[in-house]
């Protein structure tokens, strides 16, 4: 399973970057159709923030009106797994700032991969190839293949990562 961010989402109805546009809508639909891809709770509501606010760059329009910002988050939400906040989710993501340096923003996405057990986490945001406990972090938008970084796991070995 691969959890992907709130910036893959955005891209997808990004007009500004064809090439980030096109990798983000074939990345979104291949992930569906292959049922590989799971949202957290937190991207659906920055990915409606993030597109109905007026950008300079669009002459003060939005990315999307409301509307569609909305009817794009509810298709999202019917042919993904969503992702929902719980203690546990809170709690690592509060580690996951201390232990790696990460954002608020960023260490709760990640906490959500962690604790629902997803592989990959899809973004441009982390280390591409670089494991945050057991969840690798993968930029779509780099060249093709992923580097390989050694996960980070306590003295204990790879059997007992972290967190």
Not at 56 to 70: C, F, T, V
Not at 72 to 89: K, N
Not at 94 to 108: I, K, N, V
Not at 127 to 140: D, K, L, S, T
């Amino acid at each position: 399973m691969r959890l992907v961010d709130t910036n893959i989402l955005v891209y997808r109805v990004d007009p500004r970057d064809p090439v980030k546009q096109q990798r983000a809508t074939r990345l979104i639909e291949s992930g569906i159709a292959a049922e590989s891809l799971c949202v957290s709770y937190q991207s659906i509501v920055e990915f409606v923030a993030a597109t109905t606010r007026p950008l300079k760059a669009l002459g003060g329009r939005a990315l999307l009106p409301q509307r569609d910002a909305l009817l794009e988050a509810e298709g999202l939400m019917r042919q993904t797994t969503v992702l929902y906040p719980s203690a546990d989710v809170l709690t690592t993501g509060m580690r996951g700032m201390t232990m790696y340096g990460l954002s608020w923003f960023d260490a709760l996405i990640w906490a959500a991969a962690e604790v629902h057990g997803v592989d990959e986490l899809l973004s441009e945001d982390f280390q591409h190839g670089r494991h945050y406990g057991r969840v690798r972090a993968v930029n779509p938008f780099l060249a093709r293949g992923v580097q390989e970084l050694p996960a980070l796991y306590g003295s204990s070995g790879p059997n007992h990562p972290i967190l």
